[in-house]
């Protein structure tokens, strides 16, 4: 909202849902203009000419989009709009929303502004024509980043219809079009005239601030999945893949020729990655999400990040407190009186890895985070995340109910009784902060004396299960997550215990050096 409010683009307000029992849609309403008139007045000083006014006077439209109604007219809270269709929102776009401006008889000019990718085409940059028109075959200019120009056919001409997208000979100023034939094209480049080449404004794309290493699934359990991809070939022809289609992520090679390291805005965008090459049948060992740095004036610098907080009033001392320790800097804070706190950060983006579970736990799920990249700053300093050791089987077996009753005091567990472990794999989560190693598998003596009571695993707590994006949060620096299509696991780096104890003796003494 904020960057459509600095391009200074139109806003229409659609309270969707108005057929729901909890439904209230006055505060709805109020609440947005509230978020609008804090954006704008935020705005005012860098865009003095923005017209308040006419953002807060944006239409208002009801709808249900399950019922597939809309209408101007305000329902009571818990009905359907009185319309019975949804003619009434686009009715309101074609109104509201300015139609495209052009010069008649300007030469071409074509912005990629998205990208995508077919199996049977590449890729195919998406462009939004200002002036002029394109036609299939034809040859323009394609203007690059660096200011180098090309001649490049338009081999193919994507039009949309519905949700589909269909061949065209033809598209004229103002449509948005999908193009074939150019596989190195990106977001911001042009398309233009090769008799008057007039390239458009730049549009400037978030440099990544994650990366983490991706590579092929080396732990003892690998190729058990029937039919699984486990080669480095077939992942690397995937993330290969992602490139074609996906602006934001870069991959670059490591000292490994079996694992690359990928790079990304987030580390959200990054396990939504690494989950749809596990729904494909990928294996995969993840490494814990690090952020990209870089040497300005000869100081390392790190990214940062505007964080925006909306929570009740009781949880503001408890986020205060948990950004304080991740290096967050409080920029302003805004209390209207509605019980809820407004609240601006700029923090680390190294602070803000395994940030989302942590706050939403903190907050009764009620909190609102919302992110956007600031540049780099000199490094923050050393940010302790998290507090606990991790449970690290020291042998391959089957996790017994009778080991695990034996441990639970020491920590919480990730696996249940009769799940398959190996050396190194983390088990469960310490209450201390160093790492330990069990013996989960061990098993009760069998004897023939009988016990007074029958063993009980009532009292045997039920473990934490982890998503993907959590195992990513909870993995230190020498651990890593396995990624299978039928199960995800947490295991150290190096999985033989002696190995690891022997180079935490070599940190220690150099440290002590």
């Not at 289609?245 to 090679?253: A, D, M, Q």
């Amino acid at each position: 909202m904020r960057k459509a409010l600095e391009s200074k683009l139109p806003v229409i307000l659609l309270v969707n849902k108005t057929d729901r029992p909890d439904a209230r849609i006055d505060e709805v309403v109020e609440e947005s203009h509230d978020l609008l008139l804090g954006l704008a007045s935020d705005l005012h000083d860098t865009i003095p000419d923005l017209d308040v006014d006419a953002i807060l006077n944006l239409p208002v439209i009801y709808a249900s989009g399950r019922e597939g109604r809309a209408s101007l007219n305000k329902p009571d809270n818990g009905t359907l709009p009185d319309s019975e269709n949804l003619e009434p929102l686009f009715e309101a776009i074609l109104n509201f929303i300015p139609a495209p401006s052009y010069e008649e008889g300007h030469p071409l000019q074509a912005h990629v502004t998205n990208l995508d990718a077919s199996p049977f085409l590449g890729r195919l940059a998406l462009l939004r024509i200002f002036n002029g028109e394109l036609r299939k075959g034809q040859q323009v200019a394609w203007v690059r980043q660096d200011g180098t120009t090309q001649t490049v056919k338009i081999t193919e001409l994507l039009g949309t219809k519905a949700l589909e997208r269909l061949p065209i000979e033809k598209a004229v100023a103002g449509d948005i079009v999908a193009v074939a034939g150019i596989e190195e094209i990106t977001i911001g480049d042009s398309l233009c005239d090769l008799n008057d080449i007039r390239p458009l404004p730049r549009i400037t794309v978030d440099e990544p601030a994650i990366s983490m290493t991706v590579g092929i699934n080396t732990s003892p359990m690998a190729g058990r999945v029937k039919g699984a991809k486990v080669t480095a070939r077939l992942v690397k022809d995937r993330l290969d893949r992602e490139l074609i289609g996906n602006v934001s992520v870069k991959v670059l090679p490591t000292e490994r020729p079996d694992a690359w390291e990928v790079q990304g805005r987030g580390e959200l965008a990054l396990a939504i990655l690494v989950e749809q090459m596990r729904r494909e049948g990928y294996e995969l060992t993840v490494g814990k999400p690090q952020v990209v740095t870089k040497k300005v004036d000869g100081k390392l610098h790190e990214p940062t990040e505007e964080l925006t907080i909306d929570v009740p009033e009781e949880f503001l001392g408890a986020v205060t407190q948990l950004l304080a320790a991740r290096k967050g800097r409080m920029l302003n804070m805004t209390n209207n009186g509605t019980g809820w706190v407004r609240m601006e950060f700029k923090v680390p983006s190294r602070g803000l890895i395994g940030f989302r579970t942590e706050f939403l736990t903190i907050t009764k799920g009620s909190g609102i985070a919302n992110a956007l990249a600031a540049g780099y700053e000199p490094w923050a300093g050393e940010i302790v995340t998290r507090k606990t050791g991790s449970m690290v089987a020291d042998r391959q077996g089957v996790a017994t109910p009778y080991a695990m009753i034996a441990l639970q005091e020491r920590g919480s567990f990730f696996i249940e009784p009769t799940s398959e472990v190996y050396a190194g794999m983390v088990v469960g989560e310490n209450s201390r902060a160093d790492d330990m190693e069990v013996n989960i598998t061990k098993e009760k003596q069998l004897t023939n004396m009988r016990a007074a009571s029958a063993d009980n695993f009532v009292g045997l707590t039920p473990p934490r299960k982890l998503s993907l994006e959590e195992c990513l949060e909870f993995a230190r620096e020498d651990e890593c997550v396995e990624v299978t299509p039928e199960a995800t696991r947490i295991r150290k780096l190096e999985l033989d215990g002696n190995a690891r104890a022997r180079a935490a003796s070599q940190r220690k003494r150099a440290a002590d050096n």
